[in-house]
């Protein structure tokens, strides 16, 4: 039986969750969403996002953009959610966003203004 915090050998796993001189987390996902690549947003096109900081996430697959304030997160918002598992996010010296995704036909997506007439 497999159980939360118990090696296979039935030892335990680790020293807990907290302990002196232990950093808690700024922040975390409960469930988890598998974060993997991430960026700070510095770019012009999309200037009421400067300063986020934008997560792939495998699982459920999404674009995570995280408000920042100092060093204090202060909101999140997911894009994309039907976009498949996001591995990667960069910037592009253009100041769009690229995301790689994480399956048998992976692509690459760009992440452009919605243009308006």
């Given at each position: 039986v497999i159980?939360?915090?118990?090696?296979?050998?039935?030892?335990?796993?680790?020293?807990?969750q907290?302990?002196?001189?232990m950093e808690q987390p700024v922040y975390y996902w409960d469930p988890v969403i598998a974060p993997s690549g991430a960026?700070?947003?510095?770019?012009d096109v999309f200037p009421e996002?400067?300063?986020s900081l934008f997560i792939g996430s495998l699982r459920p697959g999404a674009l995570v953009r995280l408000t920042m304030s100092g060093d204090k997160i202060t909101a999140e918002e997911r894009y994309l959610g039907d976009?498949?598992?996001?591995?990667?996010?960069?910037?592009?010296p253009d100041g769009l966003l690229y995301l790689l995704t994480d399956?048998?036909?992976?692509?690459?997506?760009?992440?452009?203004p919605v243009k308006t007439k």
């Open positions: 159980t939360y915090g118990v090696d296979y050998s039935g030892a335990r796993i680790g020293e807990g907290a302990k002196p001189g960026t700070f947003y510095t770019g996002w400067r300063g976009a498949g598992r996001i591995r990667d996010v960069a910037q592009g399956e048998a036909d992976g692509r690459i997506l760009k992440v452009e």
